[in-house]
Structure formats: structure tokens, C-alpha cells
């Protein structure tokens, strides 16, 4: 599949292959062969409740981590500051990887500015390299 280089440099693919209301063991088998036919995009959500699946059919899959675009999505709970840095950590947890490729505020919020600067700081520690305020 093909991917883009953007201005930062990092390498994305176009296609994606998008995990909402994708759980337990059919929704593993739904990843894996989503990476099997080429995929290598996984867009989840921490509101989507499956991103340990995710980790586990990434891990399962045998691709290099390295190979593959892994988006979450910090959701409600974690507005503040404080909260935004402990929700990186559970997907980064959930997901079991050390970094997440694109980590997005899933929708628009008043604390948005604090949970950017929890963003910053991920992308300085190199536990994400991208970010989007939307």
C-alpha cells in the first residue's frame, strides 16, 4: 500500500485500516488480517475500548514494530494536563508498544490546550512523534 512523507519526515500510509466496535477474539482475527492483505495503519481509540486487541494482534502479527503506523485517540476523562499524560501512558500500556505514531485529541475540548502540553511532553520523551489537536 502506499504511504506519504510528511513535513517532519515520518513515513504514513494512505490507507488505514480503522478499529471502532472491533472486539475480542473476532476483532483480533479482523486485524491480523487487515495486516495480513497489507495494512499497516491501525487507527484506535481510547473511547473504542480495544486498544489492548490492537497490541495484541500487532504483537501477534510478527510485523516489526517499526513497519507499522499505530493512531490512538485520548478521549474524555483525560482532559487535564495531569490526566492527558496518565491516558498516554495507558495507551502506550494498552497498545503495548513504546511509542504511538499519531495520538490525536479525539474531539474538540476547552482543556485542550493542557492536553497538548501532556502531547509535548510524549513527543519529547519520543512516546509519540506526531500530534493533532482534533
Given at each position: 500500500?502506499?504511504?506519504?512523507?510528511?513535513?517532519?519526515?515520518?513515513?504514513?500510509?494512505?490507507?488505514?485500516?480503522?478499529?471502532?466496535?472491533?472486539?475480542?477474539?473476532?476483532?483480533?482475527?479482523?486485524?491480523?488480517?487487515?495486516?495480513?492483505?497489507?495494512?499497516?495503519?491501525?487507527?484506535?481509540?481510547?473511547?473504542?475500548?480495544?486498544?489492548?486487541?490492537?497490541?495484541?494482534?500487532?504483537?501477534?502479527?510478527?510485523?516489526?514494530?517499526?513497519?507499522?503506523?499505530?493512531?490512538?485517540?485520548?478521549?474524555?476523562?483525560?482532559?487535564?494536563?495531569?490526566?492527558?499524560?496518565?491516558?498516554?501512558?495507558?495507551s502506550l500500556n494498552e497498545l503495548q508498544?513504546?511509542?504511538?505514531?499519531?495520538?490525536?485529541?479525539?474531539?474538540?475540548?476547552?482543556?485542550?490546550?493542557?492536553?497538548?502540553?501532556?502531547?509535548?511532553?510524549?513527543?519529547?520523551?519520543?512516546?509519540?512523534?506526531?500530534?493533532?489537536?482534533?
Amino acid at each position: 500500500m502506499n504511504d506519504m512523507t510528511l513535513n517532519n519526515n515520518v513515513r504514513m500510509p494512505m490507507i488505514g485500516f480503522g478499529t471502532w466496535d472491533i472486539r475480542g477474539e473476532a476483532g483480533k482475527q479482523s486485524i491480523l488480517t487487515a495486516l495480513d492483505l497489507g495494512y499497516r495503519l491501525i487507527d484506535t481509540a481510547q473511547m473504542y475500548e480495544n486498544e489492548y486487541i490492537v497490541g495484541c494482534a500487532v504483537k501477534e502479527s510478527g510485523i516489526p514494530r517499526e513497519e507499522l503506523f499505530l493512531t490512538t485517540k485520548i478521549y474524555r476523562p483525560n482532559t487535564t494536563r495531569q490526566k492527558a499524560k496518565s491516558g498516554i501512558e495507558q495507551s502506550l500500556n494498552e497498545l503495548q508498544t513504546d511509542y504511538i505514531d499519531l495520538f490525536l485529541i479525539h474531539e474538540p475540548y476547552k482543556s485542550a490546550p493542557e492536553m497538548y502540553e501532556a502531547f509535548k511532553e510524549a513527543l519529547r520523551d519520543g512516546k509519540t512523534f506526531l500530534r493533532n489537536l482534533f
